[in-house]
């Protein structure tokens, strides 16, 4: 999609959607089931991007399992992980607080499916280590939207050399030349505003005619128009008008400021070996949504560039400098200062 979209408005739609959705579901269950989250919603790429983000991890969980004492390389060990996984499959339960950002996630990244696919294709499927055209194939199972397009796709990859580096630029050009078997802007949006108002015009920006000179002694009534859709929260200011220039504090300042601990990291100020281990499984989920946009491979490679820092200053000055003007962090103090908390106590 060469027009660019209004991400704020794609953002306002899919939280507002989200949050419906878990009310009007979670109003008669305590949890989602495997069952429930297969057909969550009547959109399957929406259902196939949020098994997708658990799988993804999963696997993550699973990498962490390393042990001086077992062999988890063992055959037999890897088949027991894997009928392991098979079974918690089918016994996924999922609260409202962990579930709705899943949600919101999947519901944003299958609109930009069709407004920005090849970022999304990379996003979802060129981040693996060992990647491959079989692994990029197999991959394709947890995509609905354009699945042929991009097997096509693929099937031109399989005929030569395999470069992960050019795969971007081809994919680019190849979805240009086959644009018309794609799935349109306005079909997706017809899908989803059968859930919830929505327009293509909601997610564009409108750019105003030029205005003639009135004559004088005329006066003219402009009547403004509002897009269907509605969102319930607050539309944002931009990042640059949050503060003035005398108010607006940058992240050195940031950390700088005291840290406001909780009781319970109070109770937990003992120093740490390292900040994969000490970083529970909810402080993951919350980092990997809040501060990575939901990128579980930036978070994982992050934590490891920092557990290889040898003193606090370089990795703040890491966090600052390369991680958090990346991933605009002006209004997520919280989360920074939790994650801040633990990089001192890993030095202290």
């Not at 990859?157 to 794609?182: C, K, M, T, W, Y």
């Not at 491979?297 to 200053?313: F, Q, R, S, T």
């Amino acid at each position: 999609m060469k027009d660019k979209y209004n991400q704020i408005r794609l953002a306002q739609y899919s939280q507002a959607l989200a949050q419906r959705l878990s009310e009007e579901h979670f109003a008669h269950h305590e949890n989602v089931t495997a069952q429930q989250l297969i057909s969550f919603t009547p959109i399957k790429q929406v259902n196939l991007y949020m098994i997708r983000e658990l799988l993804t991890l999963w696997n993550h969980e699973m990498a962490n399992l390393r042990s001086p004492y077992f062999d988890f390389e063992h055959p037999e060990v890897k088949d027991a992980l894997v009928q392991f996984m098979n079974v918690l499959s089918r016994k996924i339960s999922i609260k409202r607080p962990h579930f709705e950002p899943l949600l919101l996630k999947a519901i944003q990244d299958t609109l930009r499916t069709v407004l920005e696919p090849v970022a999304v294709f990379e996003e979802k499927f060129m981040r693996l280590d060992d990647l491959s055209v079989a692994k990029l194939q197999e991959s394709l199972k947890y995509q609905d939207i354009d699945r042929d397009v991009y097997r096509q796709f693929l099937d031109t990859l399989a005929n030569g050399s395999f470069d992960r580096h050019q795969v971007i630029p081809r994919l680019n050009r190849f979805l240009a030349e086959h644009e018309a078997e794609r799935m349109s802007v306005d079909e997706l949006v017809g899908r989803f505003n059968a859930l919830q108002p929505l327009q293509v015009e909601d997610l564009f920006p409108t750019v105003a005619a030029p205005t003639p000179t009135p004559a004088p002694a005329v006066s003219t009534h402009v009547v403004s128009t509002q897009p269907s859709f509605r969102p319930t929260l607050h539309a944002e200011p931009k990042l640059n008008e949050r503060f003035t220039p005398e108010q607006r504090p940058t992240l050195n300042e940031r950390f700088k400021q005291p840290v406001a601990v909780s009781m319970a990291d109070r109770q937990q100020d003992q120093k740490i070996g390292s900040l994969k281990e000490a970083i529970s499984i909810n402080q993951r989920f919350s980092f990997i949504n809040e501060l990575f946009e939901g990128d579980n491979m930036a978070y994982h490679a992050v934590i490891k560039n920092l557990d290889e820092y040898g003193n606090p200053d370089l990795a703040k000055q890491y966090l600052v400098q390369e991680v958090g003007s990346k991933y605009n962090w002006s209004r997520k103090e919280e989360h920074v200062q939790k994650l801040t908390k633990l990089i001192e106590r890993k030095f202290a």
